[in-house]
């Protein structure tokens, strides 16, 4: 499967940005999904994710209550709303799918796709 994310930008602390991820080449609905982030200079790191059919999610600790994670199967499209954005969420965010589709990972080597990035700069 094949994995395009978008909806990066510029943005004020405070304000909110919603990324998507594109899915083409499989069926969508066998996957879970995730969201990852990667800082200038730091390890990529976890930010949310949801099974298939959004029956579960989980996020990192940092974005919960600001970050919502969705999926639409039938557009093969998932979402990252992010709100109350602030400087610390400045990083390029990934999408990615899990073929363990029942199952919320929060590290990257359990995903098996990966799209490219979408830069997100949160200025103060």
């Known amino acids: 499967v094949q994995l395009q994310a978008s909806g990066g930008g510029l943005v004020q602390a405070g304000g909110s940005l919603r990324l998507s991820c594109t899915a083409s080449g499989g069926t969508f609905s066998r996957y879970a999904m995730g969201w990852f982030r990667q800082a200038a200079g730091k390890e990529r790191e976890f930010v949310a994710a949801i099974t298939w059919g959004g029956i579960s999610t989980d996020y990192a600790d940092s974005v919960k209550g600001r970050f919502t994670i969705s999926r639409d199967d039938a557009e093969k499209k998932v979402y990252l709303q992010m709100n109350s954005l602030k400087p610390e969420d400045t990083a390029d965010y990934y999408c990615?799918?899990?073929?363990?589709?029942?199952?919320?990972?929060?590290?990257?080597?359990?995903?098996?796709?990966w799209g490219q990035g979408t830069q997100v700069t949160v200025s103060s």
């Open positions: 990615a799918a899990d073929r363990q589709r029942n199952t919320v990972h929060k590290t990257s080597h359990d995903y098996d796709y």
